[in-house]
């Protein structure tokens, strides 16, 4: 039995890239395109019409309500938005993407994010933590409570902050899911991060790993 396609609606303010990103969703295999729209109104009226497994965001249209909480939001992020990209990630988004990501990296995020991953897009990464870290300041408490994680969290955090995906990380450390997953709920805890974007900010903060 074919798994059901992943809906996804598309609320970006610029035209041409609207476009773009319709395009390659309405083009995959296993996606749904339910609506490519310009503004927040519209996008609102499309929630209510049908709610998507994912909405790709333009922040400058601001919080869409209480009922994109269900849908995973990820962030188009550009180089000139970094707070409103910030805000957004604070409020609950699932991870980053850039307007330009190619096709490739931008249906592997909608479908990581779909399935319950919070996800830090490699390519928006390389420009935008850099920025992360200058708005959320260099001395965060949360910077040094990473030397009060065990070894093995360390890893797990270095795993979350390459955008690696808690199956990739079992695999890379040798471990099974479950205790990944476990893992990074507990890194999460104690770094005191409001979610797994978070953490993965923190990890780049420490030079932990690098962007992309």
């Known amino acids: 039995m074919l798994a059901p396609p992943v809906r996804v609606l598309v609320a970006e303010r610029d035209e041409p890239v609207r476009t773009r990103l319709g395009a390659i969703l309405a083009e995959a295999d296993g996606v749904e395109l339910i609506a490519a729209v310009g503004d927040a109104t519209a996008a ?7 709610l998507p497994d994912v909405v790709l965001l333009d922040p400058r249209l601001g919080p869409l309500g209480p009922v994109i909480r269900r849908p995973a939001v990820l962030v188009l992020a550009t180089f000139d938005s970094d ?3 910030l805000r ?12 330009s990501a190619r096709r490739n ?22 420009r935008w933590v850099s920025a992360a870290t200058r708005l959320s300041g260099p001395r965060d408490e949360r910077l040094a409570r990473v030397d009060l994680l065990s ?5 797990v955090l270095i795993g979350v902050g390459s955008a690696l995906t808690n199956g990739e990380i079992a ?11 476990e893992c990074v709920a507990r890194v999460v805890r104690k770094l005191g991060c409001a979610h797994r974007t978070e953490a993965g900010l923190v ?7 690098r962007p992309g």
């Open 44 to 50: 609102r009226a499309t929630l209510r019409r049908r």
């Open 203 to 209: 990890a780049y903060e420490r030079g932990l790993c």
């Open 83 to 85: 707070a409103a990209i």
């Open 151 to 155: 070894s093995r969290e360390r890893e």
């Open 105 to 126: 990296e931008l249906l592997k995020v909608v479908r990581l994010a779909a399935d319950g991953h919070v996800v830090l897009s490699p390519d928006a990464s390389r």
């Open 88 to 99: 957004a990630l604070r409020d609950g988004a699932a991870g980053f993407v850039l307007r």
């Open 171 to 181: 695999e890379r450390l040798g471990l099974a899911e479950p205790v990944v997953r």
